[in-house]
């Protein structure tokens, strides 16, 4: 089994923490992005679209973090941490959860990562106007997580699931920006962002990191 | 009892449960919600869908919300009835789920920004941003040139079956050839044209049409 990436990448780190949590054997190919390499030709015949991470599994090859975490989820069900539920409907509601992530709190939170931590890395000034429409936008996101955390432990159902560790890259960044007010404002998501981040599957990760 | 389906049949979200729920031959009510006058923000609405967005489904009690995690259930649980909508194996149903993913990252958003500023702004009687909506095209081009790429190999984006991955991007399509206008961006490709002639002429897709009427 191999994963392609970066340890710095949030999409990769998603790929990544789904494989401790299996605790499952694998390669990690450290890509370096900052030689342009995710867009060099052999990159291209594992991710079309030039972003990493990609993974491979014996003959199968797939890419987006999202989809490999679900194979790997599926695929690897007896192992290590159940990251899915065997009941159809219960199954469905985590999924829902899965896309409130991808659909509602990446974009508003990946834009406050980029204007917060990355642009000051790489000099670039930090909007004001962006910072202030993205706090705005996730507050709203964050108000229907703060009222589903008070009826389920985790956000997808009562066990950790795909739905809380897509969130764990993003949630990591903002954690360390002025940003962390908005969860450590909340009981009920400040509890649960704690619990997540604490998981020793993704200390690995951070480690990794650097 | 019956499975309700809250939304307006124009929006491209509710279209992509709609298609689903067609394909596989499962029976449904369209309970219409009428997004210009703000129904969908009300708090009855908000109780099935706390973003206070379309569509939300009504199962008996069970509900649920976000559409492709509504076509992901439904496709699953009536795998055996209909269409088989998700793959047969482990490794197809990830192909499938990629594609999806790429359908949800790489080109929604780019598909939405563009309709958005080209179509709903100018109806509300905003200006629409040109710039962003030439930034979005130029990006589009280079996400259906992969596309044109693996249709090439590929009959359709996942396999060679028809899948949610297709399924999804329906609706999506149709607003950017009709009204966005952009319809040059399927045509101008051969294997993306055959594809969007192919699924978008399948019976359940024509069902959402005469439904728009």
Partial sequence: MKLHGSPISTAAQRALVALYEKELEFDFVVVDMSKGEHKSESFLSLNPFGQVPAFEDGDLKLFESRAVTQYIAHAY???????????????????VWMEVEAQQ????????????????????????????????KLAKVLDVYEARLAKSKYIGCDCFTLADLHHLPILQILMTTPVK???ESRPNVSRWASEILSRPAWKKVVALRG | MALKVYGPVRAACPQRVLACLLEMGVEFELIRVDLDSGEHKQPDFLLRQPFGQVPAIEDGDFRLFESRAIIRYYATKYVERGTNLIGSTLEEKALVDQWLEVEAHNFNDLVYTIVLQLVVFPKMGQRGDLALVRSCEEKLEKVLDVYEERLSKSHYLAADFFSLADLSHLPAIRYLMNEAG?????????????????????PAWKKVMKLMD
């Fill in chain 1, 105 to 136: 709190f990446n974009a508003p939170s990946t834009a406050l990562a980029w204007e917060l931590f990355y642009n000051p890395m790489l000099g670039i000034v930090t909007d004001p106007k962006a910072v202030e429409e993205n706090e705005a």
């Fill in chain 1, 181 to 183: 007010a908005a969860f």
């Fill in chain 2, 182 to 202: 952009m319809g040059h961006l399927v045509r101008n490709r051969k294997n993306v044209n055959s594809w969007w002639m192919d699924i978008s002429s399948r």
């Fill in chain 1, 77 to 95: 069900a007896d192992t290590g941490t159940k990251l899915i539920c065997r009941n159809e409907k219960q199954m469905a509601v985590v999924s």
